[in-house]
């Protein structure tokens, strides 16, 4: 059973940064990704950034340049991943789930508790 456990997130000025980082627990031994979606007030749950276990990246056009998004694969069954956060803007205000999925048929989404990013003006 895969667990996700995130953690930075908080307040900050508009053009500052933040670091997320989610440690994922019982990782298989298949392609996987790991990442964030975001969702804001009365808005879909939408991709931000992932990165697969064989170095694959994807990032949301809104922030590329901005965004980047790391993992450590140092364990067989943990792996973590960080998401650093940089000129962030309001609109980047959001909470922001960590998921982890298997690239494989019938693979399922896991998501994180979410933690809330704050960006004032």
């Known amino acids: 059973q895969v667990q996700l456990v995130e953690s930075g997130g908080g307040l900050v000025q508009g053009g500052g940064s933040l670091r997320l980082s989610c440690e994922a627990s019982g990782v298989a031994p298949v392609i996987n990704r790991l990442g964030w979606f975001r969702q804001a007030p009365g808005k879909q749950r939408e991709l931000v950034a992932t990165i697969t276990n064989i170095g694959q990246t994807s990032y949301a056009d809104s922030v590329k340049g901005r965004f980047t998004i790391s993992r450590d694969n140092a364990e067989n069954t943990r792996h973590l991943a960080h998401l650093q956060m940089n000129s962030l803007k309001p609109e980047d205000t959001a909470v922001y789930y960590c998921?982890?999925?298997?690239?494989?048929?019938?693979?399922?989404?896991?998501w994180g508790q979410g933690t809330q990013v704050t960006v004032s003006s």
């Open positions: 998921n982890y999925k298997e690239m494989i048929v019938g693979g399922i989404d896991y």
